[in-house]
């Protein structure tokens, strides 16, 4: 059974930094591309960036474009997102996915395999 666990999310001021960690058990990492996505209370969930399997192409919501980096460890089962210059509307639940990998926004369109999530609250 594929299982992701995130990890890494916490309380920050603006303009703070964090780094999210989401591991894969059951399965090996190089098999998917890694996305992430966030919900922030009473909005619809939102991908935010994604990087494919093995090329290390990546793709990131205009939102966080240039404050945001997702990368991958495939023999360490585990990717991460540094989120640097944080926000307040970063505010959300930040959950990481597995699944195929599509270049640009279509990259976001689904995914097989999802973690629980690890929230992020960012004052101001």
């Known amino acids: 059974e594929v299982q992701l666990v995130e990890s890494g999310g916490g309380s920050v001021q603006a303009g703070g930094s964090l780094r999210l960690s989401c591991t894969l058990s059951?399965?090996?990492?190089?098999?998917?591309?890694m996305k992430w996505f966030r919900q922030a209370s009473g909005k619809g969930r939102e991908g935010v960036a994604c990087?494919?399997?093995?090329?290390?192409?990546?793709h990131y919501a205009d939102s966080v474009q240039g404050r945001f980096t997702i990368t991958r460890d495939n023999g360490q089962n585990t990717a991460y997102l540094q989120m640097n210059n944080l926000k307040p509307e970063d505010t959300a639940m930040y959950y990481c996915a597995a699944g195929d990998f599509f270049k640009g926004p279509s990259c976001f369109a689904d995914a097989d395999y999802w973690g629980h999530g690890t929230q992020v609250t960012v004052s101001s």
């Open positions: 059951g399965s090996t990492l190089l098999l998917y591309a």
């Open positions: 990087i494919s399997p093995s090329t290390g192409s990546t």
